[in-house]
Every structure is written in structure tokens, then in C-alpha cells.
């Protein structure tokens, strides 16, 4: 770290933010142009901005060392920062797990910004420095001040930020639509191939009777997910179905997961860069299957029809990972936090042959959240959409 910020870079950095603000660019791309710049001015390993709800808060945008902590949910309860605009913090003392979600080996100190419209905070700008970056002075401070003010005025313009909609659409008349929506076209199919077997046994003959039968079975299994996933979103806190975390082997829980795919989007994964051996993640090893079944389905409901998806895992020091990989339509980055939303559906999308109602990611960060890990979207280069789960390591 130099000893005092690159104000070359800060100027060259702001007349860009303006041209795209200018240009009707808003929320989270613009965000995340802030945070690349408070890293590339000050110097930083890395840097990250949380948006803070009510009781906690999320790493919605980051840049180097910080960016595999995107989509993290963070603890809100260190308040440090309520008692001065900026703050050095030597990171063995903050009270949430962001800190430990940094790539750079010897990070050790977090200088943070409040963000605030008004007299609310609405998030929080940090900036990671190891022990050879030397001190961050008042420049220093006063530089991320000024751009954490760049984001309190994204924040009042309301375009696109808040990511997390402040919309809650769980009443009751929503929900019965929503469950009835979701429930009627599995059981129509059921319903009517039972009848067929029930009035044209034998007619049907052999080959007949078994694709009826694997029909039902298939639909059936789709019936059970489906009411797994109504149950777990008919409450905020409701744990359904959990089970007991512990110790499990990562890469062969998803080979098994991928085998119980239906066929069709079974022969789409692609499992060439699934490591052979991991070590062991900790969380609750009969969730994956229906992690994985829900990420494939999306993935699948925004690709070309036949396209591949490409399944990978990794670790670091603190975590396990997984992605899936498509090569669709790709997601925006001002719809990377709110595809997670319940009941919230991106436009496009084959959603005569998938309908739904908005689920399925909502679920899947549920039962992430509650084996302390986190799941992200973010548009794939060269096109498409990476999914990213990662979990503790044992």
C-alpha cells in the first residue's frame, strides 16, 4: 500500500461511475464498480460491500482476495462503526465470518465505511490490507469516506438497490395460488396415466404399462421435491427436514446426486472436472441432491436444449465448493441477489415446459445458509450463468 492513495486512479474511477450512472447503468453493476475502485486506490487485497437488512447483512459485491465471499450472510452485530464513518479493524477481532472468507494468506486488517441515506446505515464498504501494506492513513481514511458517500447516493436513488426487495408477497391468497400452481401440473400427469393403466391395461401391453409406470414414478419423485420445497418456504424460520450436520464426502455425494437426475438432464452434466478426492465438507450430506436438482433445473430451464452444464468442485483453507457451469442466456448482474428472492422469476426462460413460481433458488440458499455456508450467481464469461455453493470444511 502506498502512502497515500492513487488519486489518479480515484478521479479516472469516478468520471467512470458518473458516465455509467449518466448512461442509466444503476444497482449492483455500478455497486460493484465502487468497490473495484476502493480496492485500486487504496491499495487493497481485496474489497466488499455488505447491504444491510433489518438483523443482518450480505456481501452482495467483491473484488481480489474478497470475491469468493459474494452472497455471504454476514452477522450484524458488531457496531463499530455506528460510532465513526470509518474504522481500521484488525480482522482477528470482528465478530462476523466475513473475515475469514478472504483468499490472500496473510490478511489481517479491515478498514470499513458506513454507508448511510439519511440517518439509516444501508450497508457497509470495506478494504482488506495484509501485515506488508503498512498503515492506512486519514487519506486513506477520508478516500473510502468519499466513496462510501458514492454509494449512499446509489442507495437514494433506489434504482436497483436495495438488491433484496423489501416487498413481502407471503399472504395468504399468494399462497394458495402459489401452491396450487405448483402442485396442479405433476398431479394431472399422475392422475391421467393412472387412468390409463387403470381403463387400458391390456392394450397398453408390456412396453406400454412400463412407460406409464416410470411416467408416474418420475412425477411422483417430482411431487415429493415439490412439496418439500412448499413446505420449507411457507415460513421464514421453519427448518423442514433438516438433518443432522456433520462429515461427508463432497465429490461422491454429487456423483451420486447427478445419478439421481432425471435422464434427460442427467446426460447434460458434465463431470470431467469433478475432483476425485476433496476433503470432507461438514453440513447436512442428504440436502445436496436437492441442492444440486434445483441448480441443475434452473440451469437447464435458461440453456439451449441440449446444451451442457459442467459440474466442478474445489477447497481452499476454510471452505468446499461446487459449481455448475451453463452456457444460456446468462444472468444480469442487477439479478444475481434477487433470483434468490421467494417467489421472484426472471423473465425468459422455457417456462412453458419448467413452470414455477420462484422457489427453488429460494430454497436452495436456505438450506445452504443453515450449514453456515453460502450460495452466489454471477454471468459466466463468455456467456451463461456459474452457480456457486460453498459449505465448511470438517
Known amino acids: 500500500m502506498a502512502d497515500r492513495p492513487d488519486y489518479a486512479a480515484l478521479t479516472r474511477g469516478q468520471i467512470a461511475i458518473l458516465d455509467r450512472i449518466n448512461a442509466g447503468e444503476a444497482g449492483l453493476p455500478v455497486l460493484q464498480h465502487v468497490v473495484r475502485l476502493a480496492q485500486e486506490t487504496l491499495g487493497g487485497r481485496g474489497a466488499g460491500f455488505a447491504e444491510y437488512a433489518a438483523d443482518h447483512g450480505r456481501i452482495i459485491a467483491a473484488t481480489g482476495v474478497c470475491s469468493a465471499a459474494i452472497g455471504r450472510r454476514v452477522d450484524r452485530s458488531d457496531t463499530r462503526l455506528r460510532d465513526g464513518r470509518t474504522l481500521l479493524i484488525p480482522l482477528d477481532s470482528v465478530n462476523d465470518e466475513f473475515a475469514k472468507q478472504v483468499e490472500g494468506g496473510d490478511v ?52 436497483g438497490l436495495p438488491a433484496h426487495s423489501a416487498r413481502r408477497l407471503d399472504g395468504r391468497d399468494l399462497w394458495v395460488a402459489v401452491t396450487s400452481h405448483e402442485l ?32 408416474i414414478g418420475t412425477r411422483a419423485g417430482e411431487l415429493a421435491r415439490l412439496v418439500d420445497r412448499l ?6 424460520d421453519g427448518e423442514i427436514g433438516a438433518t443432522p450436520a456433520g462429515p461427508f ?16 438432464l442427467r446426460r447434460r452434466i458434465v463431470l470431467e472436472n469433478l475432483p476425485g478426492e476433496l476433503p470432507k465438507a461438514f453440513g447436512e450430506r442428504d440436502s ?44 444480469r448482474p442487477e439479478h444475481v441477489e434477487r433470483a434468490f428472492e ?47 455453493v460453498r459449505l465448511p470444511r470438517a
Request: glycine share 12%; hydrophobic share 35%; with cysteine.
Open 342 to 388: 421467494r417467489y421472484w422469476q426472471a423473465e425468459g426462460g422455457d417456462q412453458r415446459h419448467h413452470p414455477g413460481a420462484g422457489l427453488g433458488l429460494y430454497l436452495v440458499r436456505r438450506l445452504v445458509e443453515r450449514q453456515h455456508g453460502w450460495v452466489s450467481l454471477r454471468p459466466r464469461e463468455g456467456g451463461g450463468t456459474t452457480a456457486e
Open 231 to 236: 413446505l420449507s418456504a411457507a415460513t421464514e
Open 108 to 159: 489481517r486488517r479491515m478498514l470499513g465505511a458506513r454507508c448511510e441515506v439519511g440517518d439509516t446505515i444501508v450497508g457497509s464498504l470495506h478494504v482488506y490490507f495484509g501485515d506488508g501494506d503498512g498503515e492506512p492513513g486519514p487519506e486513506h481514511h477520508a478516500v473510502l469516506e468519499l466513496l462510501a458517500g458514492h454509494v449512499g447516493r446509489l442507495y437514494a436513488a433506489r434504482a
Open 249 to 264: 464426502d463432497l465429490a461422491e455425494t454429487l456423483r451420486t446426486a447427478v445419478e439421481e437426475l432425471p435422464a434427460d
Open 288 to 331: 445436496i441432491p436437492t441442492i444440486l436438482t434445483e441448480l441443475a433445473t434452473n440451469a437447464e430451464k435458461h440453456s439451449p436444449p441440449g446444451s451442457m452444464v459442467e459440474l466442478c468442485a474445489g477447497a481452499d483453507a476454510e471452505t468446499l465448493r461446487f459449481r455448475l457451469s451453463d452456457r444460456g442466456v446468462g444472468i
Open 184 to 215: 396442479r401440473t405433476p398431479v394431472t400427469v399422475i392422475k391421467g396415466y393412472a387412468d390409463t393403466l387403470t381403463n387400458h391395461w391390456e392394450s397398453l401391453g408390456d412396453t406400454g404399462r412400463h412407460e406409464a409406470v416410470h411416467i
